[in-house]
């Protein structure tokens, strides 16, 4: 079985053919799929995917490019929802929540409101993070040093080797996707091939960042396989080897993942 820790499978471009993106990871054999939320516009949505559709899972949190649009009391909202969602064995976490340097336009003081305020929940509630660092590495972990957040994913990971041994060192996992299996991303593919292998989970991002055989297409959870097993050619061992590792990797960053299997 293979996990996908991290896909938007609320996001419109699967509005024509949910069910079967879903089906068709299911017969792929990804046997888990986590749906992060991105605001208060989508909490219900993906609470409801998790439950509609077999495997899915669900995380709520603010998204730092959604930030601008986000209220103060989105906290005080987010809060409830956790609460509302502790007994529902298919919520794993706080995400997808972090700091993003990349796009231009973003106001910092803003984004590190809600960031800061949202590691207070999961501090409070004592969950994991999907966090979101893109050119945000540094910062992000500062947060999670702040306040004691030992568990979670560096989703989309792309920083340097020094960055990523301060994340496992902390206490999480890297999330790695479709960005491996391009030649030309040669420092990715290095982090993937040398970090420790149980540091290690894998994601799609769907439908964002799609793997080089599907270069500008929609990506879906069903190419998880094919992406893990870019990374067990990588390190040298079977794609066997790696689904079970990644699962067990998975497992301990999101706990509460094995409630959605029990």
Known sequence: ?????????????????????????????????????????????????AH?????????????????????????????EIEASLDDPLFVG??????????????????????????????????????HV???QDQVLKGLRRHQIHRGIAHAFNGSFQQAEAYIDHGLHLGF?????????RQIRRLAEQLPFDALVVETDAPDIAPAWM???????????AIGAGLAQLRGMSAEEAALGTTANALAALPRLALSSA
């Open 177 to 185: 996707g479709g960005n491996l299996t391009f030649e030309r991303a």
């Open 1 to 49: 079985m293979w996990i996908d820790t991290h896909c938007h499978l609320d996001a419109s471009e699967f509005d024509a053919d949910r069910a079967d993106v879903a089906a068709a990871a299911h017969r792929a054999g990804v046997g888990r799929i986590v749906i992060p939320a991105i605001g208060r516009t989508n909490f219900t949505a993906v609470r409801e995917l």
């Open 134 to 136: 893109r050119k945000s």
């Open 52 to 80: 509609r559709f077999e495997g899915c899972a669900y995380a709520l949190g603010i998204h730092p490019m959604y930030t601008p649009a986000a209220q103060e009391g989105d906290l005080e909202l987010l809060r409830m």
């Open 215 to 225: 270069y500008k297409q929609r990506n879906s959870p069903e190419q998880i396989p």
């Open 94 to 131: 706080i995400g997808e929540i972090g700091l993003d340097y990349f796009v231009e336009g973003l106001d910092d003081a803003r984004q590190q409101f809600f960031y800061n305020g949202q590691l207070q929940l999961a501090r409070e509630f004592d969950l994991p993070v999907l966090c």
